[in-house]
């Protein structure tokens, strides 16, 4: 399989993991590789359901339009899996064609006609859940992986701006500490000051009131449950016992 559909896997829990040397890093036990081998169909049938479709492609699976489609998506029916940004800078979202094909067996009724004027007042007021539908994919792939409850505090804190963390984390060992901790962006090309990851900003950060709130509340029982195993690390202090 291809370094991106095992990825994907793991974040889908289709392949099952453990915790690497470092804050973030993963890595697959033989007996899971062995596991997969002896499945059947494989390598095919796993590669078949982190198969990938834009809006094009996603639309054909459904025998809809693609701004039906799109509609869809916006309306949070649909869940991207993925993004990338185009060379017009503009986000391209990509989606599990498993949960394309589900969503077309089991909503026929949403597929053509005239949509309930419910759905059309959401769009007609500008509704796009597709960043924060994949935010809390993103959210829930990393906190499985998490080791501890301070890695768990630090993937909710990378969901927030600076000045919200700050406000909930006044003590700067402790925000340094859980930057240290922060898991890696998902990896895009150029560097961190480039057009691509000025793009891509929009959508690794939380921008919805209620996302947000939630995520604040997330974060202060996760630095409670934290401090409990341990305090974070202060300059001189022995490095913290593994979880």
């Given at each position: 399989?291809?370094?991106?559909?095992?990825?994907?896997?793991?974040?889908?829990?289709?392949?099952?993991?453990?915790?690497?040397?470092?804050?973030?890093?993963?890595?697959?036990?033989?007996?899971?590789?062995?596991?997969?081998?002896?499945?059947?169909?494989?390598?095919?049938?796993?590669?078949?359901?982190?198969?990938?479709?834009?809006?094009s492609?996603?639309?054909?699976?459904?025998?809809?339009?693609?701004?039906?489609?799109?509609?869809?998506?916006?309306?949070?029916?649909?869940?991207?899996?993925k993004?990338?940004?185009?060379?017009?800078?503009?986000?391209?979202?990509?989606?599990?064609?498993?949960?394309?094909?589900?969503?077309?067996?089991?909503?026929?009724?949403?597929?053509?006609?005239?949509?309930?004027?419910?759905?059309?007042?959401?769009l007609?007021?500008?509704?796009?859940?597709?960043?924060?539908n994949?935010?809390?994919?993103?959210?829930?792939?990393?906190?499985?992986?998490?080791?501890?409850?301070?890695?768990?505090a630090?993937?909710?804190?990378s969901?927030?701006?600076?000045?919200?963390?700050?406000?909930?984390?006044?003590?700067?060992?402790e925000?340094?500490?859980?930057?240290?901790?922060?898991?890696?962006?998902?990896?895009?090309p150029?560097?961190?000051?480039?057009?691509?990851?000025?793009?891509?900003?929009?959508?690794?950060?939380?921008?919805?009131?209620?996302?947000?709130?939630?995520?604040?509340?997330?974060?202060?029982?996760?630095?409670?449950?934290?401090?409990?195993?341990?305090?974070?690390?202060?300059?001189?202090?022995?490095?913290?016992?593994?979880?």
């Amino acid at each position: 399989m291809k370094r991106t559909e095992l990825n994907l896997a793991v974040q889908l829990g289709l392949v099952r993991t453990a915790g690497g040397k470092d804050p973030g890093r993963w890595r697959v036990a033989r007996s899971e590789v062995e596991r997969l081998q002896a499945a059947h169909g494989f390598p095919e049938a796993l590669r078949g359901r982190v198969k990938l479709v834009g809006t094009s492609a996603g639309a054909d699976l459904m025998g809809i339009t693609r701004d039906r489609f799109t509609k869809l998506a916006r309306l949070g029916f649909l869940v991207p899996a993925k993004f990338y940004i185009n060379r017009y800078r503009a986000m391209v979202w990509l989606y599990l064609a498993d949960d394309v094909r589900q969503f077309a067996e089991a909503n026929a009724a949403l597929l053509s006609g005239k949509a309930p004027v419910t759905l059309r007042t959401r769009l007609g007021a500008g509704e796009d859940r597709r960043a924060r539908n994949w935010r809390e994919r993103h959210c829930s792939h990393l906190l499985r992986l998490a080791q501890g409850p301070w890695e768990g505090a630090a993937v909710t804190a990378s969901m927030l701006d600076a000045a919200q963390v700050m406000d909930l984390v006044p003590d700067p060992y402790e925000r340094a500490y859980l930057n240290r901790l922060r898991p890696e962006a998902p990896g895009l090309p150029g560097g961190p000051d480039s057009p691509t990851a000025q793009a891509a900003a929009r959508v690794l950060l939380a921008d919805d009131p209620d996302e947000i709130r939630w995520l604040c509340t997330t974060l202060v029982l996760g630095l409670a449950e934290a401090r409990k195993r341990h305090p974070a690390p202060r300059p001189g202090d022995p490095p913290p016992l593994p979880p």
